[in-house]
């Protein structure tokens, strides 16, 4: 890259954003367990 920031993430800065993405995901979807077992 020849920019002046990196866009990459690191590995602490990916799984931070997983967990971020993850818990808004459950908090605007909330999933009823007996539905996620049969499925």
């Known amino acids: 890259y020849h ?3 990196d866009p990459r993430l ?3 800065q990916a799984l931070e ?3 971020l993405v993850s ?3 459950k908090k605007s979807h ?3 367990h ?3 077992a049969n499925a």
Do not use: S
């Open 10 to 12: 690191n590995a602490d």
């Open 17 to 19: 954003l997983a967990f």
């Open 34 to 36: 007996k539905q996620a």
């Open 3 to 5: 920019t002046h920031c």
């Open 23 to 25: 818990d808004i995901l």
């Open 30 to 32: 909330p999933v009823q």
